[in-house]
């Protein structure tokens, strides 16, 4: 039986390898999206200290003062003329503090802390959406990997055919069209080498870019050497039960709240609001220095904001049913999705499951091949068709395998589970 499983070496001694979950822990910590999702929690937490601000008296300060050439004021009396103010000074600090804005305060305060939520679940999302991206990746560069490692031992097994073949030839037991087709098959054999290398260079470069990393210091550690991948059954679980906890149902939920609070805060700019203030006043206009203090009580009705106010108000309400209709459809969806995934999974594993067991067959049919042509009994097409078919197994099986792993970690987060 021609020898076919032949370890290649194929990183260098400056690479580290990288197990996947520290593939992972590397992205999260210096992929982009990642950081930018930081920002935009951050920014709300800051929109959020802001709201709170609007609880507080605001303050203001104003000054005035001015010098002219004649005085503002001119009078004749007694036949002379006289003028006043030529100059002057004024200032003054106020305040004043909202006693009722119509709940605008209360409401944009929850909204505020409802912007932090969100932004808290896209950042939850963001995370999901690097760990799916790097698995992918990760099982990329694995699964090139093993399509050079069988490749390799396509070629040893080829050099061994062709080496058998000169052999035969020179000893006038095969003819020339044997040899010819052996060595068709080793270039075809080394210009596939160079593409999976090339794609194996890419992928390396993809996953090096995404964890923060040179492409070329890394490398991934897997170990398959044919095994099967444990069963699904363990991850299972209702979907009906899983809803809550995904992130995209309380986004919708988060969204539905938002709406509510935007309503209620439309109301509010429609009712009447109510301030105090007060504030200390300084001029001195004549020559004549003038403190005082000064309070009150402001009402503000927006008589003319009714109108168009109720409009605004029945927009709102209709933004918030929209909401309500879309909570409920994508909750369905969701379920649906959850199932659709699952059975991309045990899909997955099945394929696993037949690849390992088409290797073997493979394996057996290129020994048969093997002994057959050596005992004159079948063809040179017939041995490099065997061949092929067992090139297409092993790379099957690591296609399949990558598939599963990626298919479980899009079922986990589906279901609200990393």
């Known amino acids: 039986m021609l020898g076919s499983s032949i370890f290649v070496p194929l990183t260098l001694s400056a690479q580290t390898q990288y197990t996947l979950d520290e593939c992972m822990e590397m992205a999260l910590k210096n992929n982009v999206r990642i950081k930018n999702a930081d920002n935009d ?56 503090l909202p006693l009722f804005t119509g709940g605008q305060i209360v409401h944009g305060n929850k909204l505020a802390k409802v912007n932090v939520e969100v932004n808290r679940l896209k950042r939850a999302q963001s995370e999901d959406e690097v760990r799916l991206t790097v698995e992918q990746y990760f099982w990329q560069v694995v699964m090139l990997k093993e399509k050079l490692r069988t490749l390799s031992a396509i070629q040893t097994q080829l050099e061994q055919i062709r080496n058998d073949v000169d052999a035969a030839v020179a000893s006038g ?120 203090w000064i309070g009150g009580v402001t009402v503000s009705v927006p008589l003319t904001k009714w109108w168009g106010g109720s409009h605004d108000m029945k927009q709102q309400r209709l933004k918030v049913r929209n909401a309500e209709n879309l909570l409920t459809d994508q909750s369905q969806l969701l379920i649906i999705r959850m199932q659709n995934t699952w059975n991309a999974v045990t899909d997955a594993y099945k394929q696993v499951e037949i690849a390992i067991e088409s290797i073997g067959q493979a394996e057996e049919n290129l020994r048969l091949q093997s002994d057959y042509y050596q005992a004159g009994t079948c063809t040179m097409s017939d041995l490099l068709e065997a061949q092929s078919l067992y090139q297409q197994s092993r790379d099957r099986y690591v296609e399949s395998y990558a598939q599963y792993e990626v298919k479980k970690r899009e079922y986990l987060q589906t279901t609200g589970r990393q």
């Open 41 to 96: 929690l951050r920014a709300a937490k800051e929109q959020k200290k802001s709201a709170f601000t609007n609880y507080f008296p605001s303050l203001s300060a104003t000054g005035l003062g001015f010098l002219a050439d004649k005085g503002l004021v001119e009078v004749d009396m007694a036949g002379q003329r006289l003028s006043a103010v030529k100059n002057g000074l004024s200032g003054g600090v106020t305040a004043s």
């Open 173 to 292: 037991i095969s003819d020339r069209n044997d040899l010819l087709q052996v060595q068709l098959r080793k270039n075809e054999t080394r210009s596939n080498y160079i593409s999976v290398e090339n794609a194996l260079k890419v992928s390396r470069s993809l996953l090096g870019q995404y964890i923060g990393q040179a492409e070329d210091s890394i490398d991934v550690t897997v170990s398959m050497d044919r095994s099967l991948p444990l069963p699904p059954d363990e991850l299972y679980c209702l979907p009906e039960s899983s809803l809550a906890s995904t992130t995209e149902y309380r986004l919708l939920n988060k969204q539905l709240e938002a709406s509510n609070l935007e309503y209620k805060m439309t109301v509010g700019k429609n009712l009447p609001t109510v301030a105090i203030g007060g504030g200390f006043i300084y001029d001195d206009w004549m020559d004549h220095s003038h403190p005082f």
